[in-house]
Protein backbone atom coordinates (compact mmCIF):
# COMPACT_ATOMS: atom_id res chain seq x y z
CA UNK A 1 0.00 0.00 0.00
CA UNK A 2 1.38 3.76 -1.02
CA UNK A 3 1.92 6.44 1.84
CA UNK A 4 -0.88 7.80 0.51
CA UNK A 5 -3.24 4.88 0.95
CA UNK A 6 -2.21 4.15 4.64
CA UNK A 7 -2.50 8.03 5.25
CA UNK A 8 -6.52 8.31 3.74
CA UNK A 9 -6.85 4.40 6.05
CA UNK A 10 -5.61 5.95 9.13
CA UNK A 11 -7.91 9.15 8.40
CA UNK A 12 -10.83 7.36 8.14
CA UNK A 13 -10.51 5.51 11.35
CA UNK A 14 -11.62 8.45 13.13
CA UNK A 15 -15.00 8.46 11.73
CA UNK A 16 -15.26 4.86 12.77
CA UNK A 17 -13.69 4.94 16.18
CA UNK A 18 -16.60 7.96 17.08
CA UNK A 19 -19.15 6.06 15.69
CA UNK A 20 -18.08 2.99 17.54
CA UNK A 21 -17.94 4.51 20.73
CA UNK A 22 -21.04 6.76 20.30
CA UNK A 23 -23.65 4.07 18.82
CA UNK A 24 -22.01 0.45 20.29
CA UNK A 25 -23.61 0.33 24.45
CA UNK A 26 -20.51 -0.08 26.88
CA UNK A 27 -19.55 0.02 29.96
CA UNK A 28 -18.93 4.01 31.10
CA UNK A 29 -16.13 3.24 33.13
CA UNK A 30 -12.80 5.49 32.43
CA UNK A 31 -14.56 6.99 29.31
CA UNK A 32 -13.55 10.68 30.27
CA UNK A 33 -10.42 10.85 28.14
CA UNK A 34 -11.71 9.29 25.01
CA UNK A 35 -12.23 12.88 23.09
CA UNK A 36 -8.92 13.88 24.02
CA UNK A 37 -7.32 11.01 22.83
CA UNK A 38 -10.10 10.90 19.65
CA UNK A 39 -8.92 14.83 18.77
CA UNK A 40 -4.77 14.13 18.85
CA UNK A 41 -5.52 11.08 16.82
CA UNK A 42 -7.29 13.13 14.54
CA UNK A 43 -4.41 15.52 14.35
CA UNK A 44 -1.97 12.69 14.39
CA UNK A 45 -4.02 11.27 10.92
CA UNK A 46 -4.21 14.82 9.58
CA UNK A 47 -0.58 15.66 10.16
CA UNK A 48 0.48 12.79 8.06
CA UNK A 49 -2.13 13.02 5.16
CA UNK A 50 -0.51 16.37 4.78
CA UNK A 51 2.59 15.59 4.68
CA UNK A 52 1.70 12.51 2.22
CA UNK A 53 0.00 14.55 -0.40
CA UNK A 54 2.41 17.91 -0.35
CA UNK A 55 5.06 14.87 -1.10
CA UNK A 56 6.97 16.66 1.48
CA UNK A 57 10.18 14.95 3.05
CA UNK A 58 9.53 13.14 6.99
CA UNK A 59 12.43 11.43 8.16
CA UNK A 60 12.21 8.34 10.17
CA UNK A 61 8.18 9.25 10.25
CA UNK A 62 7.67 6.08 8.55
CA UNK A 63 9.20 4.23 11.55
CA UNK A 64 7.63 5.56 14.39
CA UNK A 65 4.11 6.00 12.82
CA UNK A 66 3.59 2.33 13.27
CA UNK A 67 4.45 2.32 17.20
CA UNK A 68 2.45 5.88 17.60
CA UNK A 69 -0.58 4.05 15.98
CA UNK A 70 -0.26 1.08 18.33
CA UNK A 71 -0.25 3.00 21.20
CA UNK A 72 -3.15 5.73 19.76
CA UNK A 73 -5.26 2.37 18.98
CA UNK A 74 -4.54 0.98 22.68
CA UNK A 75 -5.30 4.09 24.15
CA UNK A 76 -8.63 4.57 22.27
CA UNK A 77 -9.36 0.82 22.78
CA UNK A 78 -9.49 1.46 26.55
CA UNK A 79 -10.88 4.48 27.12
CA UNK A 80 -14.43 3.30 25.20
CA UNK A 81 -14.62 -0.10 26.97
CA UNK A 82 -11.86 -1.84 27.35
CA UNK A 83 -13.04 -5.55 25.35
CA UNK A 84 -16.35 -4.33 25.46
CA UNK A 85 -15.07 -1.34 23.02
CA UNK A 86 -15.94 -1.67 19.04
CA UNK A 87 -12.55 0.17 18.67
CA UNK A 88 -10.52 -2.78 19.29
CA UNK A 89 -11.98 -4.11 15.47
CA UNK A 90 -8.93 -1.47 14.23
CA UNK A 91 -5.97 -3.79 16.08
CA UNK A 92 -7.39 -5.97 12.62
CA UNK A 93 -5.87 -3.65 10.35
CA UNK A 94 -2.28 -3.35 11.51
CA UNK A 95 -0.74 -6.95 11.07
CA UNK A 96 -2.80 -6.79 7.77
CA UNK A 97 -1.05 -3.71 7.05
CA UNK A 98 2.36 -4.72 7.98
CA UNK A 99 1.60 -7.85 5.40
CA UNK A 100 1.77 -5.26 2.67
CA UNK A 101 5.04 -3.56 3.74
CA UNK A 102 7.10 -5.15 5.95
CA UNK A 103 9.04 -8.74 5.76
CA UNK A 104 7.39 -12.30 7.16
CA UNK A 105 9.44 -11.94 10.26
CA UNK A 106 8.74 -8.48 10.98
CA UNK A 107 5.32 -8.90 9.82
CA UNK A 108 4.47 -11.99 12.69
CA UNK A 109 6.55 -9.17 14.89
CA UNK A 110 3.66 -6.99 14.97
CA UNK A 111 1.43 -9.25 14.94
CA UNK A 112 2.62 -10.96 18.03
CA UNK A 113 2.22 -7.21 19.40
CA UNK A 114 -0.59 -6.36 18.62
CA UNK A 115 -2.24 -9.53 20.29
CA UNK A 116 -0.07 -8.35 23.40
CA UNK A 117 -1.48 -4.91 23.29
CA UNK A 118 -4.96 -5.94 23.23
CA UNK A 119 -4.53 -8.34 25.91
CA UNK A 120 -2.77 -6.30 27.95
CA UNK A 121 -5.55 -3.29 27.55
CA UNK A 122 -8.05 -5.95 28.38
CA UNK A 123 -6.33 -7.35 31.61
CA UNK A 124 -6.06 -4.03 33.08
CA UNK A 125 -9.60 -2.72 32.46
CA UNK A 126 -11.64 -1.90 35.40
CA UNK A 127 -13.98 -4.54 33.42
CA UNK A 128 -11.45 -7.66 33.28
CA UNK A 129 -13.00 -9.17 35.95
CA UNK A 130 -16.77 -9.46 34.24
CA UNK A 131 -17.31 -13.07 33.09
CA UNK A 132 -18.41 -11.54 29.65
CA UNK A 133 -15.17 -9.21 29.49
CA UNK A 134 -13.20 -12.35 29.71
CA UNK A 135 -14.77 -13.82 26.63
CA UNK A 136 -14.53 -11.12 24.80
CA UNK A 137 -10.93 -11.16 25.48
CA UNK A 138 -10.19 -14.33 24.92
CA UNK A 139 -12.28 -14.86 21.60
CA UNK A 140 -10.76 -11.45 20.47
CA UNK A 141 -7.59 -12.45 20.62
CA UNK A 142 -7.97 -15.71 19.05
CA UNK A 143 -9.20 -13.67 16.17
CA UNK A 144 -6.39 -11.27 16.19
CA UNK A 145 -3.70 -14.98 16.48
CA UNK A 146 -5.85 -16.04 13.41
CA UNK A 147 -5.47 -12.85 11.75
CA UNK A 148 -2.02 -12.47 12.03
CA UNK A 149 -0.76 -15.54 11.18
CA UNK A 150 -2.57 -14.94 7.92
CA UNK A 151 -0.93 -11.26 7.41
CA UNK A 152 2.87 -13.38 8.58
CA UNK A 153 1.34 -16.03 5.86
CA UNK A 154 0.76 -13.32 3.45
CA UNK A 155 3.57 -11.52 3.91
CA UNK A 156 5.72 -14.70 3.39
CA UNK A 157 3.81 -14.72 -0.37
CA UNK A 158 4.06 -11.17 -1.54
CA UNK A 159 7.91 -10.90 -0.28
CA UNK A 160 9.03 -14.17 -2.48
CA UNK A 161 6.98 -12.41 -5.03
CA UNK A 162 9.16 -8.99 -4.65
CA UNK A 163 12.07 -10.91 -4.41
CA UNK A 164 11.09 -13.22 -7.50
CA UNK A 165 10.58 -9.65 -9.72
CA UNK A 166 13.87 -8.79 -8.34
CA UNK A 167 15.75 -11.31 -9.67
CA UNK A 168 13.85 -11.04 -13.25
CA UNK A 169 14.48 -7.21 -13.66
CA UNK A 170 18.25 -7.69 -12.48
CA UNK A 171 18.77 -10.47 -14.99
CA UNK A 172 16.76 -8.54 -17.30
CA UNK A 173 19.54 -5.76 -17.03
CA UNK A 174 22.25 -8.32 -17.34
CA UNK A 175 20.56 -9.88 -20.29
CA UNK A 176 20.25 -6.61 -21.89
CA UNK A 177 23.51 -5.08 -20.96
CA UNK A 178 25.29 -8.67 -22.29
CA UNK A 179 22.76 -8.63 -25.62
CA UNK A 180 24.53 -5.22 -26.30
CA UNK A 181 27.64 -6.68 -25.82
CA UNK A 182 27.35 -9.32 -27.57
CA UNK A 183 25.76 -7.05 -30.69
CA UNK A 184 29.06 -5.02 -30.70
CA UNK A 185 31.36 -8.55 -30.30
CA UNK A 186 29.31 -9.95 -33.28
CA UNK A 187 29.45 -6.66 -35.38
CA UNK A 188 33.52 -6.53 -34.65
CA UNK A 189 33.79 -10.25 -35.76
CA UNK A 190 31.77 -9.50 -39.13
CA UNK A 191 34.23 -6.65 -39.54
CA UNK A 192 36.89 -8.73 -38.81
CA UNK A 193 36.10 -12.04 -41.03
CA UNK A 194 35.28 -9.48 -44.20
CA UNK A 195 38.43 -7.67 -43.85
CA UNK A 196 40.46 -10.52 -43.28
CA UNK A 197 38.70 -13.21 -45.29
CA UNK A 198 36.66 -11.78 -48.28
CA UNK A 199 38.10 -8.40 -48.91
CA UNK A 200 42.08 -10.51 -48.74
CA UNK A 201 40.63 -12.72 -51.01
CA UNK A 202 39.03 -10.64 -53.34
CA UNK A 203 42.43 -8.17 -53.51
CA UNK A 204 43.96 -11.72 -54.22
CA UNK A 205 41.47 -12.12 -57.35
CA UNK A 206 42.08 -8.67 -58.58
CA UNK A 207 45.65 -9.35 -58.52
CA UNK A 208 45.07 -12.62 -60.46
CA UNK A 209 43.19 -10.98 -62.87
CA UNK A 210 45.27 -8.36 -63.46
CA UNK A 211 47.82 -11.29 -64.59
CA UNK A 212 45.83 -12.89 -66.41
CA UNK A 213 45.14 -9.59 -68.44
CA UNK A 214 48.89 -9.27 -68.90
CA UNK A 215 49.69 -12.98 -69.48
CA UNK A 216 46.64 -14.57 -70.93
CA UNK A 217 47.85 -17.48 -68.54
CA UNK A 218 45.18 -20.27 -67.53
CA UNK A 219 46.36 -20.74 -64.18
CA UNK A 220 45.80 -17.12 -63.22
CA UNK A 221 42.57 -17.35 -64.09
CA UNK A 222 41.86 -20.55 -62.33
CA UNK A 223 43.05 -19.00 -59.13
CA UNK A 224 41.23 -15.75 -59.73
CA UNK A 225 37.86 -17.89 -60.12
CA UNK A 226 38.43 -19.95 -57.37
CA UNK A 227 39.34 -16.66 -55.02
CA UNK A 228 36.11 -15.77 -56.23
CA UNK A 229 33.96 -19.12 -55.63
CA UNK A 230 35.51 -19.00 -51.90
CA UNK A 231 34.60 -15.66 -50.73
CA UNK A 232 30.67 -16.10 -52.62
CA UNK A 233 31.55 -19.04 -50.23
CA UNK A 234 32.29 -16.49 -47.23
CA UNK A 235 29.45 -14.02 -47.84
CA UNK A 236 27.18 -16.75 -47.69
CA UNK A 237 28.21 -18.36 -44.82
CA UNK A 238 28.14 -14.82 -42.98
CA UNK A 239 24.39 -14.00 -44.62
CA UNK A 240 23.08 -17.07 -42.96
CA UNK A 241 24.29 -16.24 -39.47
CA UNK A 242 22.66 -12.87 -39.60
CA UNK A 243 19.56 -14.19 -41.39
CA UNK A 244 18.70 -17.80 -42.10
CA UNK A 245 17.24 -17.12 -46.35
CA UNK A 246 16.38 -20.83 -46.56
CA UNK A 247 14.17 -20.69 -44.05
CA UNK A 248 12.24 -17.42 -46.75
CA UNK A 249 12.84 -19.87 -50.21
CA UNK A 250 12.88 -23.57 -48.92
CA UNK A 251 10.80 -23.06 -45.44
CA UNK A 252 11.07 -24.23 -41.91
CA UNK A 253 12.46 -28.02 -42.15
CA UNK A 254 15.45 -26.94 -44.91
CA UNK A 255 16.34 -24.08 -42.66
CA UNK A 256 16.75 -25.83 -39.80
CA UNK A 257 18.70 -28.99 -42.17
CA UNK A 258 21.25 -26.04 -42.73
CA UNK A 259 21.84 -24.83 -39.31
CA UNK A 260 22.12 -28.21 -38.14
CA UNK A 261 24.88 -29.11 -41.32
CA UNK A 262 26.60 -26.32 -39.93
CA UNK A 263 26.47 -27.26 -36.46
CA UNK A 264 27.80 -30.61 -37.24
CA UNK A 265 30.90 -28.97 -40.11
CA UNK A 266 31.85 -27.27 -36.91
CA UNK A 267 32.03 -29.69 -33.97
CA UNK A 268 31.72 -33.50 -36.09
CA UNK A 269 28.88 -34.55 -34.79
CA UNK A 270 26.14 -36.53 -36.23
CA UNK A 271 23.04 -33.92 -35.96
CA UNK A 272 19.12 -35.22 -36.91
CA UNK A 273 16.63 -33.15 -37.90
CA UNK A 274 12.72 -34.02 -37.83
CA UNK A 275 10.01 -31.44 -38.30
CA UNK A 276 6.13 -32.83 -37.64
CA UNK A 277 4.45 -31.13 -41.20
CA UNK A 278 1.63 -29.60 -38.51
CA UNK A 279 4.18 -27.55 -36.98
CA UNK A 280 5.19 -25.74 -39.70
CA UNK A 281 4.16 -22.18 -40.60
CA UNK A 282 3.08 -20.86 -37.16
CA UNK A 283 6.18 -20.06 -35.03
CA UNK A 284 8.95 -20.57 -37.79
CA UNK A 285 11.30 -17.64 -37.43
CA UNK A 286 10.79 -18.04 -33.84
CA UNK A 287 11.78 -21.83 -33.93
CA UNK A 288 14.74 -21.03 -36.38
CA UNK A 289 16.14 -18.58 -34.06
CA UNK A 290 16.03 -21.04 -30.83
CA UNK A 291 17.34 -23.98 -32.90
CA UNK A 292 20.62 -21.90 -34.11
CA UNK A 293 21.00 -20.53 -30.58
CA UNK A 294 20.76 -23.82 -29.05
CA UNK A 295 22.89 -25.39 -31.53
CA UNK A 296 25.24 -22.69 -31.00
CA UNK A 297 25.83 -23.41 -27.52
CA UNK A 298 26.29 -26.71 -28.32
CA UNK A 299 29.10 -25.98 -31.09
CA UNK A 300 30.26 -24.15 -27.64
CA UNK A 301 29.83 -25.69 -25.04
CA UNK A 302 29.08 -29.60 -25.23
CA UNK A 303 31.37 -31.53 -27.02
CA UNK A 304 28.70 -33.82 -28.09
CA UNK A 305 29.11 -36.46 -30.64
CA UNK A 306 25.41 -36.56 -31.27
CA UNK A 307 22.46 -34.11 -31.21
CA UNK A 308 18.72 -34.45 -32.48
CA UNK A 309 16.39 -31.70 -33.42
CA UNK A 310 12.77 -31.97 -32.91
CA UNK A 311 9.88 -30.23 -33.68
CA UNK A 312 6.61 -31.57 -33.10
CA UNK A 313 3.10 -29.92 -32.76
CA UNK A 314 -0.51 -31.11 -31.55
CA UNK A 315 -3.68 -28.71 -31.33
CA UNK A 316 -2.42 -27.58 -27.89
CA UNK A 317 1.36 -27.00 -28.22
CA UNK A 318 4.31 -26.83 -30.71
CA UNK A 319 7.52 -28.19 -29.07
CA UNK A 320 11.03 -27.53 -30.17
CA UNK A 321 13.36 -30.01 -28.41
CA UNK A 322 17.56 -29.83 -28.84
CA UNK A 323 18.58 -33.12 -27.26
CA UNK A 324 22.51 -33.81 -27.54
CA UNK A 325 25.21 -36.33 -25.33
CA UNK A 326 27.51 -33.78 -24.34
CA UNK A 327 29.33 -32.69 -21.39
CA UNK A 328 26.21 -30.95 -19.72
CA UNK A 329 25.89 -28.76 -16.85
CA UNK A 330 24.52 -28.17 -13.72
CA UNK A 331 21.21 -25.85 -14.25
CA UNK A 332 21.92 -23.94 -10.92
CA UNK A 333 24.58 -22.62 -12.59
CA UNK A 334 22.21 -20.58 -14.98
CA UNK A 335 22.12 -17.63 -13.26
CA UNK A 336 25.89 -17.63 -13.12
CA UNK A 337 26.63 -18.03 -16.66
CA UNK A 338 24.07 -14.80 -17.04
CA UNK A 339 26.79 -12.70 -14.90
CA UNK A 340 29.85 -14.48 -16.83
CA UNK A 341 28.38 -13.52 -20.13
CA UNK A 342 26.73 -16.31 -21.51
CA UNK A 343 23.56 -15.27 -22.01
CA UNK A 344 22.11 -18.14 -24.93
CA UNK A 345 19.97 -19.58 -22.76
CA UNK A 346 18.72 -16.48 -21.03
CA UNK A 347 17.81 -14.53 -24.33
CA UNK A 348 16.44 -17.91 -25.42
CA UNK A 349 14.04 -18.46 -22.62
CA UNK A 350 12.69 -14.67 -22.82
CA UNK A 351 11.80 -15.34 -26.46
CA UNK A 352 10.00 -18.05 -25.46
CA UNK A 353 8.16 -16.12 -22.77
CA UNK A 354 7.41 -13.50 -24.93
CA UNK A 355 5.69 -15.53 -27.65
CA UNK A 356 3.17 -17.23 -24.38
CA UNK A 357 5.24 -20.31 -24.01
CA UNK A 358 8.13 -21.89 -21.37
CA UNK A 359 11.69 -23.04 -21.81
CA UNK A 360 12.89 -26.04 -19.64
CA UNK A 361 16.28 -27.59 -19.39
CA UNK A 362 17.53 -30.59 -18.26
CA UNK A 363 20.85 -31.49 -17.40
CA UNK A 364 23.27 -32.76 -15.42
CA UNK A 365 26.91 -32.86 -15.70
CA UNK A 366 28.48 -35.69 -17.84
CA UNK A 367 24.61 -36.50 -18.78
CA UNK A 368 23.78 -34.31 -21.82
CA UNK A 369 21.47 -31.92 -22.07
CA UNK A 370 17.61 -31.60 -22.97
CA UNK A 371 16.22 -28.17 -23.74
CA UNK A 372 12.57 -27.80 -24.69
CA UNK A 373 10.57 -25.18 -26.01
CA UNK A 374 7.05 -25.19 -25.64
CA UNK A 375 4.99 -22.58 -27.99
CA UNK A 376 1.52 -21.86 -28.04
CA UNK A 377 -0.52 -23.25 -31.03
CA UNK A 378 -1.45 -20.07 -32.56
CA UNK A 379 1.75 -18.27 -33.32
Known sequence: MTGIG???????????????????????????????????????????LWLRVRRLPSPGLDRIAPFVDLAAITALTYASGGPYSETGMAFFALPVLAAT????RITGGWALGTVAAYV????????????????????QAVYLAWIGAAATLVSAVLHRRDAAIARLATQREQLAAQALAAEQRERRRLAE???????QTLSL?????????????????????????????????????????????????????AIADRCADRTGAEVTVAVDPEAVGRHDELIVVLARELLA??????????????????????????????????????????V??????????????SAG????????????????????PDG
Open 6 to 48: LALLRAALVPVVLLGERLVPHPSVHTGAFPFLLAAFALWAAAI
Open 193 to 199: NLHDESV
Open 205 to 257: ARQELADFHRTGREDSYDRTRAAIDETLGQLRGEIFELHPYVLDHAGLPAALR
Open 297 to 338: NVVKHSGARHVAVTVAADHEQIELEVRDDGAGFDPRRRDGAL
Open 101 to 104: RLRP
Open 340 to 353: DGHVGLASSEQRVR
Open 357 to 376: GELTVVSAPGAGTVVQAVLP
Open 120 to 139: ALSALHPTSAESVAVRQTIS
